[in-house]
């Protein structure tokens, strides 16, 4: 059985309209339950729910999943021309990772997801469509994987994210064609693209594909960052409503382990 790690009841509660677990309660007369997640075990193998409110969550998730699947059409991420808000999914080899601001103090509050699926055949040459999942350790249910600050002048992205998560709490679920009209930045669109490109980096290098587990999930499209002038790499930036691992091989030894730490080489 899959194993949720992340899970967005902002998105799933509020943008899809999925009732909560203490509305259902409620709805039958019962017992209101606190909204609490489900809280997960991990061991070297596999993630194990420690409480019966991960089955209501699943439960929830798949009105979620089919209510997309119906309404959005859920493309691929690898799928070209991506725009804000469009709704994408994924199932490749990613690392976790959590991060605060570049100036600031742990503990970390943002959380991150990296992967990379290839173009061709490596004989091509090409380079892989890069995928960076950014959103709020509250949501995950697993315990976050600190790894320090977020990197220079990440200021502007590190701002964004926050202040979706602060938006979505409100009952804000669209996001503008402009990110800036949501944090206003002075600076060039190929800043704010160097910015995300940079997360992305570091974190690949901290944790190389041998570290990594297969995820799955759904998401929204922040940014398709997709400039052959100006990066090697097409990446595409988006906020997760779930993200799970698949049901895998007992003996694979789970992927983000053991990661190599090249924090000093963040720019």
């Keep these: 059985m899959s194993e949720l790690i992340y899970l967005s009841s902002q998105k799933l ?22 909204p609490v997640a489900p809280i997960l075990e991990w061991s070297a193998t596999h993630a194990r ?25 859920p493309q691929e991420f690898t799928t070209k021309g991506l725009t804000p808000n469009q709704w994408i999914k994924f199932d490749l080899s990613m690392a976790h990772a959590a991060v605060h ?36 350790v509250r949501h995950l249910l697993t315990q ?31 996001v503008p064609e402009f990110l800036t009209e949501i944090v206003p930045h002075k600076g060039t669109d190929r800043e704010r693209e160097a910015a995300a490109q940079a997360v992305f980096g570091w974190t690949s ?28 790499r097409r990446l595409v930036v988006a906020s997760p409503l779930y993200v799970e691992v698949p049901p895998q091989n007992p003996k694979r030894r789970f992927g983000w382990m053991g990661r190599k730490d090249s924090r000093n080489h963040r720019v």
Excluded at 13 to 34: C, D, F, Q, T
Excluded at 102 to 120: C, K, Y
Excluded at 147 to 172: K, P, V
């Design 49 to 73: 729910t420690t409480t019966t409110e991960g089955q209501a969550s699943r439960a929830a998730l798949a009105k979620g999943i089919k209510k997309i699947d119906k309404l959005h059409s």
């Design 144 to 174: 976050a994987n600190p790894n320090g600050r977020m990197g220079s002048d990440t200021g502007w992205l590190y701002n964004l994210i926050n202040e979706l998560e602060r938006r979505e709490s409100e009952g804000i679920h669209v």
């Design 205 to 232: 290098r901290d944790y190389p594909p041998r570290s990594r587990s297969r995820l799955r999930g759904y998401a929204t499209v922040l940014m398709d960052i997709d400039n052959p002038r100006h990066w090697i």
């Design 13 to 34: 509660h509020g943008r899809l309209g999925i009732p909560s677990v203490a509305a259902n309660a409620e709805m039958r007369g019962g017992i209101k339950l606190p």
């Design 101 to 136: 601001e570049d100036s600031g103090r742990p503990p970390e509050d943002i959380a991150l997801f990296v992967g990379e699926a290839t173009v061709g055949s490596y004989m091509d040459g090409m380079p892989g469509i890069g995928l960076m999942l950014c959103g709020s």
